[in-house]
């Protein structure tokens, strides 16, 4: 059976002090990382609810650059206030929901109700997370292979797509920190 020890002084093996030293190096990164995607997160969700998503340009003579909250907008106000309500549910709502539960779980000092939230809540938004960057890709799809007009993403979408993709590895990074020790 190999010992952890490789003498009798209780020294280390060369292996072991490796090891150690590679979980310490990943600890000090992920310490380090996280607070930094902490914000990153709603700073680029914000840049994505405020900037235009995509570009529409029909006759080569208008074109349009709706914001994600200017197409909420845009659906309660023509009447299709079921529709608005959903759009604005699943990309803004929820998506503030999961990083709220993120933060929570990585300010709790010791689990408690934020955990429990984490726990039980924020899986359940991860699912929901790119399914407004879906939505969008399909509709610029669409406008392309229709001829009706030209589509072209714009730094909204990606603001939101950056967004989706980092509180998902936050979301997964805290899955290991609060994971048994």
């Known amino acids: 059976m190999?010992?952890?020890?490789?003498?009798?002084?209780?020294?280390?093996?060369?292996?072991?002090?490796?090891?150690?030293?590679?979980?310490?190096?990943?600890?000090?990164?992920?310490?380090?990382?996280?607070?930094?995607?902490?914000?990153?997160?709603?700073?680029?969700?914000?840049?994505?609810?405020?900037?235009?998503?995509?570009?529409?340009?029909?006759?080569?003579?208008f074109d349009q650059t709706p914001s994600l909250i200017e197409i909420v907008v845009s659906l309660w106000q023509g009447g299709d206030g079921l529709l608005a309500a959903i759009v604005a549910l699943v990309s803004i709502v929820l998506p503030f929901l999961k990083m709220i539960g993120i933060a929570a779980e990585a300010t709790a000092a010791g689990g408690g109700a934020g955990s429990l939230f984490y726990r039980r809540v924020v899986p359940h938004l991860s699912k929901w997370s790119m399914m407004d960057?879906?939505?969008?890709?399909?509709?610029?799809?669409?406008?392309?292979t229709t001829g009706l007009a030209d589509a072209f993403t714009q730094p909204g979408l990606w603001c939101y797509a950056a967004s989706s993709m980092i509180s998902g590895l936050l979301h997964s990074l805290m899955g290991d920190a609060s994971g048994p020790k």
């Open 2 to 61: 190999p010992s952890r020890w490789n003498n009798s002084r209780g020294r280390r093996s060369v292996h072991e002090k490796c090891r150690i030293g590679a979980r310490f190096a990943a600890m000090s990164a992920l310490s380090i990382i996280r607070p930094a995607l902490l914000v990153a997160a709603p700073f680029l969700l914000a840049l994505g609810l405020i900037l235009p998503l995509v570009r529409f340009e029909t006759l080569y003579f």
């Open 133 to 144: 960057v879906l939505l969008v890709a399909i509709v610029i799809a669409a406008a392309k």
